[in-house]
């Protein structure tokens, strides 16, 4: 066995400062992580990038998802100086000669920036860059339209921590419970075998309580671009939170993303997002895509309760009697139809537009979405056990 280099102090500060990087780029480093990896680096060959690269991230990298990030982490952290002074003070490229950027690429950039910057200012400083507890409030209240990119990676960060809660509907379907109220015969007669046939244990079944399935469809068409980011953010959120969320984006036309927001990263699940969509920033087709919604769709995630946020501005090119008859099927086929609108921002707001008059009377209800207070108020709803079914409700539609 070879005996390499005892770790120096200047190898030493770079573990922590890159253990500061990855940490400000999600990947949770705590100060025995760098402890431990301090140590593994004393029986290594720090001189080989593979053998120090497999160190750390068998000590940094503890689920899978955050693999990628640790692999650019590390490729920017550990670059020549010049080049790293490169990154931070590069020329635009022309658009031949940019690679096309990694999931989670820009958040590693940013993180280790930051990095760098936080090391050259005095802690006091340091503490008046956070967020005091009045440009918080004015982040909760301002447009998501009016924001810079810091207040954006801000809102994002804020809406990544989101969770919502369980809202529980009761369901159809018994399951063992001693406080239940329906007799379980069967197990009842079953435990009696052991007493020689004397029932001497009553067994019992109740109500199997499981949260509402949420179905979102998302317009992402050019009228919505200032907003689709953060709001694929807040249903990455919830599809973290919960199992049974179904998410389509529209413009166009229709496209499931259900399966590429289900990835634990959210620049990765984003990523994805955008490279399965054909229509990004495109025109709005909402009759259309609805029928194919309705269709294609309904009487797969619109069962057992389901609540449908339909996220859009209304402003439908083909507007006609279509769309008010997608929009009918729709609210029939679930249990509850939220229409989350940004444009209910303006305090003089009238439904002046074709299709908007027309999708209105076909909705449960009609919230603002511009802001993180209006999203607030939207988990605090659907935190709230859905009501009992409506009456004019009928089973999705094939």
Request: hydrophobic letters at 45%; one cysteine or more.
């Amino acid at each position: 066995m070879t005996t390499s280099s005892p770790v120096t102090g200047l190898i030493a500060d770079n573990v922590v400062g890159f253990a500061r990087a990855l940490r400000a780029a999600g990947i949770p480093v705590g100060p025995g992580a760098v402890i431990d990896a301090l140590a593994a680096l004393r029986v290594i060959d720090i001189g080989h990038r593979g053998e120090v690269y497999a160190t750390l991230e068998a000590v940094f990298v503890k689920r899978h998802e955050h693999s990628l990030i640790f692999a650019q982490a590390f490729d920017l952290f550990f670059r020549a100086e010049q080049e790293w002074m490169h990154l931070l003070d590069s020329v635009p490229l022309p658009d031949q000669a940019k690679p096309k950027p990694a999931p989670a690429s820009r958040r590693v950039q940013e993180a280790m920036s930051q990095a760098k910057k936080v090391e050259q200012v005095p802690s006091e400083e340091a503490q008046e860059l956070r967020l005091s507890p009045s440009d918080q409030e004015i982040l909760q209240k301002k447009d998501f339209a009016q924001m810079s990119a810091a207040e954006i990676a801000e809102v994002t960060r804020a809406i990544a921590k989101m969770r919502l809660p369980q809202a529980e509907l009761r369901t159809r379907r018994f399951a063992p419970d001693s406080r239940g109220l329906k007799l379980d015969l069967r197990r009842t007669i079953r435990t009696s075998l052991r007493t020689g046939g004397d029932i001497v244990d009553l067994r019992r079944l109740g109500r199997i309580d499981k949260p509402a399935p949420i179905v979102a469809l998302l317009d992402i068409s050019g009228s919505m671009s200032e907003y689709t980011r953060l709001f694929l953010h807040f249903l990455h959120a919830i599809t973290d939170a919960r199992k049974r969320v179904s998410v389509f984006l529209f413009g166009t036309r229709l496209t499931n993303v259900t399966r590429a927001l289900r990835a634990r990263d959210p620049d990765e699940a984003l990523a994805s997002c955008s490279s399965t969509v054909e229509d990004w920033a495109g025109g709005t087709r909402i009759g259309t895509s609805l029928q194919t919604f309705n269709k294609l769709w309904g009487r797969r995630v619109l069962g057992q309760g389901a609540i449908v946020l339909l996220i859009s501005d209304g402003l439908e090119r083909e507007a006609d009697d279509r769309l008010a008859f997608e929009m009918d099927r729709l609210h029939r086929s679930c249990r509850r139809l939220i229409w989350l609108n940004p444009l209910l921002r303006f305090s003089g707001f009238e439904a002046k537009a074709q299709g908007i008059k027309m999708m209105l009377p076909y909705v449960d209800e009609f919230r603002p979405v511009h802001n993180l207070s209006s999203i607030e108020d939207l988990i605090a709803a659907l935190s709230v056990a859905p009501s009992p079914q409506r009456r004019d409700a009928i089973r999705p539609a094939a």
